[in-house]
């Protein structure tokens, strides 16, 4: 990406699912377990909540990445929510490929109740590849003047 | 508009320490609709409480937002002290500053502004909140009890004597399942029929309990608290009510069968009891093996019941079909054995004298086929060198059971013993791979088997059984001494693994209740909450919820009876109501949604739009997600609020 | 005529020829052509499968690397060649980072993409035992054959998954359509101690002498197998016994391809069959020299 700013912050908006990926973030809470503030965290049911066109609307919206975050597959508290939300993922992907955004910027990850540390190291990592990527300027590279 | 509090809470110096709390009340008291915003030490504790009771009276709010702790710790507190306030629950929001924001970023700035940024989606949810109701369900007071086992037999009687009407569903012409097929029980040799017995007649007899034989569960619509179940029944042919049990019948019966009771060892005629203490203490005339009913071929036991009986034989009896309404369904339905010819390694099914721990049980019993005594099967000679394999067919992950039994451990040594006292001069080897003997007394009584004389322990595994000779040639091995090792043994007992009831896949799709990965009902979790399927209404009782022994079945089964209890104990039952929703007149009828449902929840009104039974919906909101024309919402979790909270974050 | 490309393995070259040409004899008569594949070298019998070392992995990884250039499916005779490349095929498909490396130290790439089979499932699956049965043109009159099967041919039987384990079935199946009596006995699928004949020679006896034993106690009057290792060690079992020459009981051992030539008509000549063989597929009577016990 050409503009890089000086010191630029991502911003991720984390759809959280709250039986497992949720708690998982407590857990690296209460284990005192640090990583970056650029997740802002978004508690829903289960990650089969999250209709794609949400996560389309956080990067309009202004979001550099998208991260949801589910039970491991055969763990979900609701059977198959996760499996759900892994098709619609695997669709979205390739709307994010025609659209020209790259696939680093919107991730799927399971974490369950007990991974803290994995939760950390999940947003550690996303933070730093958007940080390489730039901001997305959606209104730039994105939207088309009607 | 609402008017809406926000109360941030320093809890100590754990929010406090990271997190600049005047600069959170000052930007939060800024943000739409809020009308007050005010900070706290501990808004947990008693003075903190009464705060928000005393703000709420005060300023007239109609919502609040606790920026404090995870949900996870003190939602359900803040949420009720809203509603002692006077407010409904669901607008009651709590934003965690703490175990997402001071605890885990390191600048103070950042994690500052984190904080504000969650307080505001806070506030957004909140402002769009309905407040709902819960759903009350009505609940039918009495409960369905599958499978009339020792956890079935003990599920009924601890519902019965709580005073509530219970069905007891038994496939068989009896109740007392397997263990009624036991000889003894260890680790104390109590006769198992002496202590199972009183149970069966107990239930017999109890006012409460109704007792369905020969019956199966053909379909299951409703939910907790309201279960419709329709039963299909076979018929007897034999009037439970007027039999004697004199078995004038049988004697004239001309049609012989294998016995399942003692697993093909032994005939029965197609008019039999399964055995003496069979609860209903009344006959049972097996259609399938019967020589015709349609049209008569025989009517040899009529005749018989009709000149020395109670003439209670009805050969025109048809099935019957009870349709019930149930609050509850306990699952008890038991275990079956792992098809042992499957473990080709040991020969069972070619050669006779292998057998598997169960008819080994029957032959011990004194009800048995041998009347108590040991025998081969292949000459009815006294066995002298008897092997016992563990784990036959279990811990293999490759090419049969992964997991373990837990019982067989047990109830080898009870075989072994039993063996060295029938026969004095015999020898007995066991081949084991670990001993588990984790219950009361458990330990104890294997040390006591390990230390007779004439019975040896091996550890080690069999690698092949071939006959010569008429010998069973048992090779092995004993890592202890690492040498191989050569039986020639007369008998063989294989100690196979419990696999759930071949009803169970049939049973669980009626239900709705899942099974897990090797076919026993799941429980909703592992640790915390065994006696209940993920399935609300549903409980699970025994070991067709995973292998354990008899104890465990029976404190199984009283919890799960207490869990039915305590669902029954209020003529109604409240849902949480933040449930999906169809609003009618955006609904194409595409039906996307509803084959997404693991509730089945959704479904096509009589108008072809999709319907949510708010009673089923679990609210996980996957079928929101899927719907093209934005009709189905989550209340309380709707687009519109998630879209407000992704702008609380971007902006 | 349907081809199917063929890995005879450095065995069937050399000390077992009578295994590679009676089997190329059956093929030309059932109605199909063994292809040798090009670039053959060595699999490395058992020791590319013993540890994780991925050096021992790479010759079998060329072979069927080059075997990919030609066909998808690749056709074994001897047990041990189609126990090595059947699980190098298996393993190749499974374990990624392992098989880039192999890969790249090959300069040949294979992903898993040939199936290894065994002549006995060209039998089987592709023309099928009643087609077989209908080429027999001088049956055998009962006579009693074992089957030995050794262990590569079934284990693993996780990844083998060539017949059951502890109860195989498909040789008996072949020889009863030749119209053998295939004889049952509880060593037919005992380790015959492989390379054991060359690292400590004198623990083959007990152990390739116990299969003997248990055959013959059953009735056999020889042996069949697919593997040129089974029969040398079956073989020399029995001479060992006897101080290194040949006892009066001695039981020999015949590959299936050899039995199946004979009931198709081929001549023993070219099938290879020497004159012990011979007598005992005749069946003479035992009583013939020294009169052994059955």
């Known amino acids: 990406m050409d503009d890089l700013e000086e010191g630029f912050e991502p911003k991720i908006v984390g759809f959280l699912c709250r039986w497992c990926s949720y708690a998982g973030a407590d857990l690296a809470g209460t284990s005192r377990i640090k990583y970056p503030p650029n997740i802002n965290p978004i508690r829903v049911n289960c990650s089969g909540r999250v209709d794609p066109t949400l996560v389309i609307k956080a990067l309009a919206s202004g979001a550099d990445g998208v991260l949801i975050a589910g039970c491991h597959p055969g763990d979900c508290h609701y059977t198959s929510g996760n499996i759900k939300t892994l098709r619609r993922f695997k669709l979205l992907q390739k709307l994010l490929d025609q659209f020209g955004i790259e696939r680093e910027r919107v991730r799927l990850e399971w974490v369950s109740a007990s991974e803290g540390e994995r939760y950390a190291r999940v947003v550690r990592r996303m933070t730093e590849d958007i940080r390489s990527l730039g901001p997305l300027n959606w209104k730039k590279r994105v939207e088309v003047l009607a | 508009m609402k008017r809406v509090g926000v109360f941030v809470c320093h809890c100590g110096l754990n929010i406090a320490g990271n997190v600049n709390i005047k600069e959170v009340v000052d930007k939060a008291s800024k943000q739409q609709d809020v009308v007050f915003a005010v900070d706290h030490k501990y808004l947990c504790s008693e003075p903190g409480q009464t705060l928000i009771k005393d703000s709420i009276r005060q300023h007239n709010l109609d919502a609040i937002v606790v920026a404090a702790c995870s949900p996870a710790m003190h939602e359900a507190t803040f949420k009720t002290i809203a509603q002692l306030s006077g407010l409904n629950r669901y607008n009651c929001e709590i934003a965690n500053i703490r175990e997402q924001s001071s605890w885990v970023h390191e600048d103070l700035g950042k994690a500052t502004a984190k904080a504000h940024i969650t307080v505001h989606q806070g506030i957004q949810k909140v402002r769009l909140n309905e407040p709902l109701q819960p759903i009350t369900v009505p609940v039918t007071r009495k409960v369905l009890v599958i499978g009339g086992g020792i956890a079935g037999i003990r599920a009924a009687l601890d519902v019965a004597n709580g005073g509530y009407q219970v069905y007891l569903v038994e496939k068989s012409g009896t109740i007392g399942g397997r263990m009624a097929q036991l000889s003894e029980t260890f680790p104390t040799l109590d006769c198992s029929t002496c202590i199972l017995g009183p149970l069966m007649v107990e239930v017999f007899r109890h006012p409460n309990i109704k007792l369905l034989r020969l019956s199966k569960v053909e379909e299951v619509k409703g939910y907790i608290g309201n279960f419709k179940v329709r039963v299909r029944q076979e018929p007897a042919y034999v009037d439970e009510v007027n039999c004697n049990a004199c078995g004038e019948c049988a004697k004239a019966c001309p049609a012989q069968v294998p016995n399942e009771f003692d697993f093909g060892l032994t005939w029965r005629k197609a008019i039999y009891t399964p055995f003496a203490q069979a609860v209903p203490p009344a006959y049972v005339l097996d259609a399938n093996n019967c020589l015709g009913l349609l049209p008569q071929a025989c009517g040899e036991c009529k005749k018989a019941c009709d000149k020395f009986g109670t003439s209670c034989i009805d050969l025109d009896a048809w099935p019957r079909t009870h349709e019930l309404e149930v609050g509850a369904i306990i699952v008890s339905t038991g275990y079956e054995l792992y098809d042992a010819t499957k473990l080709t390694e040991y020969g069972y099914g070619i ?161 709705k209740a899942s099974l897990d990965a090797n076919g026993f009902f799941s429980e909703a979790h592992p640790k915390l909450r065994p006696l209940e399927s993920p399935t609300a209404g549903i409980f699970l009782a025994g070991a067709g919820q995973s292998p354990k022994d008899i104890p465990e079945t029976v404190a199984q089964a009283s919890g799960a009876a207490g869990k039915a209890l305590d669902l ?84 | 005529m349907q081809s199917y490309l063929y890995f005879p393995g450095c065995s069937l070259r050399t000390v077992a020829r009578d295994f590679d040409r009676s089997a190329k004899a059956c093929a030309h008569a059932l109605g199909f052509e063994l292809k040798e594949m090009q670039g053959q070298l060595c699999c490395g019998a058992v020791l590319s499968n013993v540890d994780d070392n991925l050096m021992t992995k790479a ?35 499974l374990a990624s980072s392992s098989q880039q490396k192999i890969n790249t130290f090959n300069e040949e790439t294979f992903n898993g993409e040939v199936d290894v089979i065994h002549f006995l499932e060209i039998l089987r699956d592709r023309i099928g035992f009643d087609a077989v049965e209908r080429a027999v043109k001088a049956p055998f009159k009962g006579l009693h054959v074992g089957a030995y099967y050794g262990c590569l041919l079934l284990r693993p039987s996780g990844e083998m998954k060539f017949d059951d384990p502890n109860r195989p079935s498909i040789l008996e199946n072949l020889l009863s359509r030749l119209g053998c009596t295939p004889i049952d006995y509880p060593a037919r699928t005992d380790c015959c101690g492989s390379y054991l004949s060359i690292s400590s020679p004198g623990n083959i006896q007990p152990i390739s002498g116990a299969i003997i034993r248990s055959a013959r106690s059953c009735g056999a009057k020889l042996l069949t197998v697919s593997c040129p290792l089974c029969k040398y060690n079956l073989e020399s079992s029995q001479l060992l016994e006897s101080n290194g020459s040949v006892p009066d009981d001695f039981l020999p051992i015949v590959y299936f391809t050899q039995l199946l030539g004979l009931a198709l008509g081929l001549h023993p000549q070219e099938l290879e069959l020497d004159q012990r063989q011979m007598l005992a597929i005749r069946e003479t009577p035992t009583l013939l020299i020294g009169g052994g016990k059955k």
């Open chain 2, 351 to 511: 050669f006779p004298d292998v057998m598997t721990s169960m008819e080994f049980e029957r032959m011990l019993s004194a009800s048995g086929p041998t009347t108590g005594e040991i025998k081969r099967p292949s000459d009815g000679q006294t066995p002298k060198e008897i092997v016992f394999i563990q784990c036959a067919g279990q811990r293999e992950p490759e090419t049969a059971l992964p997991y373990c039994s837990k019982i067989c451990c047990m109830y080898t040594a009870r075989h072994a013993m039993m063996f060295r006292h029938k026969v004095p001069e015999g020898q007995a080897y066991v081949f084991y791979m670990d001993i588990r003997a984790g219950g009361k007394g458990y330990e104890e009584f294997v040390k006591r088997c390990q230390e007779e004389k004439g019975l040896l322990y091996l550890r080690g595994r069999v690698a092949k059984v071939y006959e010569e000779d008429g010998k069973l040639i048992v090779k092995g091995v004993d890592t202890l001494s690492g040498k191989t090792v050569q039986i020639n043994a007369d008998l063989v007992v294989l100690a196979v693994g419990m696999v759930p009831s071949s009803e169970s896949h049939n049973l669980a799709s009626k239900l």
């Open chain 2, 568 to 651: 029954l104990s209020s003529p109604t039952l409240e849902r949480e109501p933040t449930v999906a929703h169809v609003v009618g007149e955006l609904c194409s009828g595409c039906s996307m949604c509803i084959p997404l449902c693991p509730y089945d929840a959704l479904s096509l009104s009589s108008e072809k739009l999709a319907e949510v039974s708010e009673a089923l919906c679990e609210g996980c909101g996957t079928c929101i997600a899927s719907c093209p024309s934005g009709a189905l919402t989550l209340r309380n979790l709707t687009d519109e609020q998630m879209v407000a909270m992704i702008e609380a974050i971007v902006e």
């Open chain 3, 59 to 93: 010759g079998p990884n060329r072979i069927l690397a080059r075997a990919t250039q030609e066909d998808h499916t690749l056709v074994t005779l001897c047990a041990g060649c189609y126990n090595v490349l059947k699980r190098t095929g298996l393993h190749a498909k």
